[in-house]
């Protein structure tokens, strides 16, 4: 077992609570390359690298499309940080990100409405037809 | 992976998100007798749920053969117009008397049904 600021799980689950929306991974990095130009010019450069053929040079040694999308998610962390946003991976096997609130972070003063409410103004900036609920979930680590 | 009330797991997994306690299963067993004097001590495996219901709370007894119990308010009871203040208040309020000495903490677990 481990404790992890009031997080308990066995060894090989995580677990979380987070209210927000539930984004379809390749959709969601597809906004953030639309909204992050270093993003894009990642991705780019991915492209660019999977046009060569087998044994042709290159000048530059390009990422694999794996690390890519976590250099990518590490900035859109960034990017929806400054929001007011967290995102909840949910490890790597699911399809989806979780765009929200850890629901721990709810404020001495902040009522669930007030809670709710600006995470639903938050979120609507990125995917205005996403609907937020409250998640809460475990995955294999 | 499955969505149940926006709960998230893959189908061989229980998990939980509570703010409370995680009490010694002994201590569970002797505050759900003062609570419910017809309580049987022998069922160890009940005393949270005696408890939760009593206090109007939620609990979960963990992990198979784990040893403790989980007891509080998960974030889905948190009211639309309570604070994140009142609703830890009212946790404290209600298990105080018979957990003096607990730690209130945020509890997010999850294992394997088996």
Redesign the interface.
């Known amino acids: 077992m481990k404790i992890r600021h009031g997080f308990v799980s066995n060894s090989s689950t995580s677990s979380f609570c987070i209210f927000g929306a539930e984004i379809d991974k390749d959709i969601f990095l597809d906004k953030m390359r639309k909204l992050n130009p270093k993003i894009d010019v990642m991705f780019a450069l991915f492209e660019e690298r999977e046009k060569f053929n087998e044994g042709d040079t290159i000048d530059y040694e390009a990422p694999s499309i794996d690390d890519v999308k976590e250099d990518a998610l590490e900035i859109a962390e960034e990017m929806l940080m400054k929001m007011g946003l967290e995102i909840e991976t949910a490890g790597y096997e699911g399809d989806y990100y979780y765009i929200g609130r850890d629901f721990t972070s709810i404020k001495r003063n902040e009522t669930r409405n007030q809670f709710e409410t600006s995470i639903k103004k938050a979120v609507k900036k990125l995917f205005p037809k996403q609907k937020c609920t409250l998640y809460e979930g475990t995955y294999q680590s | 992976?499955k969505?149940r009330n926006?709960?998230?797991?893959?189908s061989s997994?229980?998990?939980?998100?509570l703010?409370g306690i995680?009490v010694d299963r002994n201590d569970a067993v002797k505050a759900a007798k003062l609570l419910d004097p017809e309580f049987d001590v022998e069922d160890s495996y009940d005393a949270g749920e005696v408890i939760a219901e009593k206090l109007h709370l939620t609990y979960s007894n963990g992990?198979p053969e784990s040893d403790y119990v989980y007891i509080g308010r998960?974030?889905?009871d948190?009211?639309?117009?309570?604070?994140?203040?009142q609703?830890k208040q009212s946790v404290r309020s209600a298990l105080s008397s018979y957990f003096p000495d607990e730690d209130y903490?945020?509890?997010?677990?999850?294992?394997?049904d088996g």
């Open positions: 992976m969505i926006g709960f998230v797991s893959n997994t229980s998990s939980f998100c703010f995680c992990p998960t974030a889905f948190l009211k639309d117009d309570e604070t994140g203040a609703f903490s945020w509890y997010s677990e999850g294992w394997y």
